[in-house]
């Protein structure tokens, strides 16, 4: 078994991400930075500070598509950033929050990214040319506290979150002009078109606060975890699903992968 190597970045990292060929990885030192590493004959190098946010940068993501990098922050702002030369150029978001931004993903085409907030509203961000700014559609009223995690599924079009109510929500996210055709319902085998924010299902399987979320790479499937130890594998998702849980003894659990062998 090769050997893992260890290297302390910070003292305390809010967040990270890495770059599509795992050459690079981006943390935020729990302050308002954003640092860059690259990966240098087996030694880590700081090659790029991003500075723009006024307070903690929550969520990070790195496009795998694109190449492009998002963050979030408790100021209640979210920057998409692009690399320009030598340079990463930011771009503004509107997100129209009024409490602190929390978590970040990009969907799989990388042609939108999903924002959750405090706010208990989740931002469904997509690039305006005209502008040349990110702007928003939020699913409001559907939360009824913090939105903790989000994960777009391999359709690019639904979205799970969960949230410190204990639940964990499926949305479709489909917004003309940017997504292509007609999305359908996913495994509730009804031929309706779901429209941007209707809720496909929610899920009531945990009494604690919700953290974690991933889709399976089928998407036929989804897992989340909670505050109690407890992992949620969920299957058919729509009106009828099937769950099972999976108790543990460790420390409360915040995130949840599947791992492609």
């Known amino acids: 078994m ?27 030192p729990n302050n308002h930075e954003v640092h860059i590493y690259k990966s240098v004959e087996e030694n880590w190098e700081r090659i790029h500070v991003l500075q723009k946010h006024d307070q903690i940068v929550a969520g990070i993501d790195w496009s795998k598509s694109s190449n492009r990098i998002v963050t979030v922050s408790h100021d209640r702002n979210s920057y998409v950033w692009n ?14 929050l009024n409490r602190a931004a929390l978590c970040v993903q990009w969907s799989p085409k990388g042609n939108k990214f999903a924002v959750g907030s405090g706010a208990k509203t989740v931002c469904i961000c997509y690039y305006e040319q005209e502008n040349n700014w990110w702007v928003s559609k939020l699913i409001r009223k559907k939360h009824d506290s913090s939105v903790t995690s989000v ?26 002009g940017v997504d292509a055709g007609k999305p359908r319902k996913s495994g509730s085998g009804s031929s309706l078109d779901a429209k941007f924010g209707e809720q496909i299902v929610q899920l009531d399987l945990s009494f604690c606060w919700a953290f ?5 790479p089928s998407g036929n499937s989804l897992a989340y975890v909670g505050h109690n130890s407890m992992i949620y594998f969920v299957d058919h998702i729509g009106p009828s699903p099937s769950a099972q849980s999976v ?15």
């Open 83 to 96: 690399q320009e030369g030598s340079v990463w150029v930011p771009t503004l978001v509107i997100l129209r």
């Open 247 to 261: 108790v543990l003894r460790d420390l409360p659990l915040r995130d949840v992968g599947y791992v492609c062998l």
């Open 212 to 216: 974690g979320v991933k889709w399976s």
């Open 2 to 28: 090769a050997a893992i190597a260890v290297n302390q970045f910070a003292e305390c990292v809010t967040c990270h991400a890495w770059s599509p060929d795992h050459s690079m990885i981006a943390l935020c």
């Open 151 to 176: 994960a777009w599924h391999p359709n690019n079009v639904l979205i799970a979150t969960t949230s410190t109510d204990g639940k964990c929500r499926v949305f479709s996210t489909f917004i003309k």
